[in-house]
């Protein structure tokens, strides 16, 4: 049943849908004649992931990235003197720290913004979740009424934002779930390296495989274990290329083992559930017909593009995938650059070694339709 207030209905739809947060942020700065509104997650090393109205998306962008963001005291000085309700910055900074703060000074003052006011959610994960707002220097200051009205939706935003991150923490769960039934093993990776969920495949690789302090993803190798680190830096800056295969030495115990990191995209995902990396581990030396299924859930090709990638991974030319599809060879490569954009490789062979080892289910390309 819907309720008195349209605003509180506009939350709790993006709190179930949260491709829908940008549009609640919008709705929730027209209601309180507001330039702007945000919602930004904070984690203990300062990695800001956030959604906001477009008008200042750019401004966004560039502070998540600086190195000013470092220095930003008012989510700490907000939860020590104002514990979980809306405050205006002018409440808890004195007129001479505005002036001189380097956010407002490189950031908010060059957009024409001045009067802000904001909400900080502690987590027990140890992220800040911020609900901020902004207006124009030549608007008024936010009244208290303004902050009576904002802290009247603080409960129902809270309960949304949290109802979210618990949505992006099941269909982690769900993913590696999936990637069990055709017997992959999977992990989805978060900030710093934090194992947000792990299926029973990718448990059973201990103790090549391991989680340490903090729920932290361990590789035993220390060569893969910086590639690994690396690659998650550079999903955490939105670097390409998109997949990075890591190969992880041999031991007695296992064979020699590629892990596939693939980021998890999804703006609001990002900011509730942190997920940066899918992990998926597959032994060496099963070149074979990766399953269709496999191929188009995993990078997302179309049927053409993973009848492609499977004569690939058999080893087979260009000239041969040509002829064995009956297609011909421009189009051949045309299909061949689309696999690799999508898979992050750059030469043939390293997308067969790429595909190395899915083969976990029998061969379905004969139910999957032409394009």
């Excluded at 502070?63 to 808890?92: H, K, M, W, Y």
């Amino acid at each position: 049943m819907p309720s008195a207030n349209p605003l509180v209905d506009r939350i709790y739809e993006a709190a179930v849908i949260p491709e829908l947060w940008r549009d609640a942020c919008l709705a929730i700065a027209d209601q309180l004649e507001s330039y702007s509104a945000s919602v930004i997650s904070i984690s203990p090393d300062a990695t800001y992931r956030w959604i906001s109205t477009p008008n200042i998306q750019e401004m966004m962008a560039s502070f998540a990235v600086s190195e000013t963001r470092f220095q930003n005291v008012r989510p700490l000085r907000a939860l020590e003197q104002r514990p979980g309700a809306f405050t205006r910055d002018t409440d808890i900074m004195t007129s001479e720290e505005l002036e001189t703060d380097a956010i407002f000074r490189e950031f908010i003052y060059p957009q024409g913004l001045k009067w802000t006011v904001g909400c900080v959610i502690q987590e027990p994960s140890g992220h800040s979740i911020v609900f901020d707002l902004m207006r124009k220097n030549t608007g008024s200051p936010f009244s208290d009424d303004d902050i009576a009205r904002l802290n009247d939706l603080k409960s129902d935003l809270a309960r949304a934002a949290f109802m979210t991150s618990r949505l992006a923490f099941r269909e982690a769960q769900s993913v590696t779930s999936a990637l069990s039934m055709v017997g992959l093993p999977a992990a989805v990776i978060g900030d710093s390296g934090m194992v947000i969920a792990m299926n029973a495949e990718m448990e059973a690789q201990a103790p090549l495989i391991t989680t340490g302090a903090g729920n932290s993803f361990i590789i035993n190798r220390p060569s893969s274990k910086q590639m690994f680190d690396e690659a998650l830096q550079r999903f955490g800056r939105g670097d390409v290329p998109a997949v990075q295969s890591i190969p992880v030495a041999a031991s007695d115990a296992f064979p020699a083992t590629i892990l596939h990191v693939l980021p998890v995209r999804g703006m609001a995902r990002d900011v509730f559930g942190r997920s940066m990396a899918l992990v998926i581990a597959t032994p060496v030396g099963e070149v074979g017909s990766p399953d269709m299924r496999v191929l188009c859930g995993l990078f997302d090709l179309t049927p053409a593009e993973a009848r492609l990638a499977r004569e690939v991974a058999t080893g087979v030319s260009m000239e041969a995938a040509a002829v064995n599809l009956g297609l011909s060879l421009e189009t051949v490569r045309t299909y061949m650059k689309r696999v690799m954009a999508k898979t992050g490789t750059r030469r043939q062979a390293e997308l067969a070694v790429l595909l190395s080892g899915l083969t976990r289910l029998p061969n379905i390309s004969g139910n999957i339709a032409n394009p």
